[in-house]
């Protein structure tokens, strides 16, 4: 069974030995700490074998403990995905993957205190300026920015801004 992250309410059967009792049960099955794989022609519900697009994980299927997992490829960005509400999410790519902000958008905003990883990623075209914003292309408020590469980016204010109410950076 393959189920999409939330809350889902099943029934369990279960049939004993001898064959004469039957009992069913409803369960309720917390899916957290899910993990989408993403292509960028994805139409699916983000499995290994079904993957999704990024703007799907994004939107629609993340919760807190997510773990996406972008293929190589380019991905294009129209606009910049608000990610407050989500813990301890991890946005994965590879040596390959990009993303594309097409000379218009930022990637992402978060200002919630909630760790947010971004891993082997490739910034790209990306462009912020908002006279009344001083987000950037990316803003995460705690969190890693690892293994990261930026390429012909411009924004009015920052690039990358990291945020920490923490006492205990180095």
Do not use: M, W
């Not at 803003?139 to 980016?153: A, E, K, P, R, Y």
């Amino acid at each position: 069974i393959c189920l999409t992250p939330g809350l889902h309410r099943i029934g369990v059967s279960v049939n004993y030995n001898n064959g004469n009792r039957f009992t069913s049960a409803p369960v309720t099955v917390d899916v957290s700490d899910s993990v989408f794989y993403v292509s960028t022609d994805g139409t699916g519900i983000g499995t290994i074998d079904d993957k999704c697009s990024l703007d799907y994980a994004l939107t629609s299927s993340i919760t807190a403990g997510s773990h996406i997992i972008l293929d190589d490829g380019t991905y294009k960005f129209d606009k910049q995905y608000n990610l407050e509400g989500f813990n301890d999410l991890i946005i994965e790519g590879s040596a390959n993957t990009v993303l594309d902000g097409q000379n218009k958008a930022g990637f992402f905003s978060s200002q919630n205190g909630k760790p947010i990883t971004l891993k082997n990623l490739i910034f790209k075209n990306g462009a912020f300026n908002r006279e009344d914003n001083q987000n950037g292309l990316i803003l995460i408020d705690g969190g890693l920015i690892d293994n990261c590469t930026l390429i012909d980016n411009v924004a009015n204010f920052a690039l990358i801004r990291v945020l920490s109410n923490s006492d205990d950076l180095p």
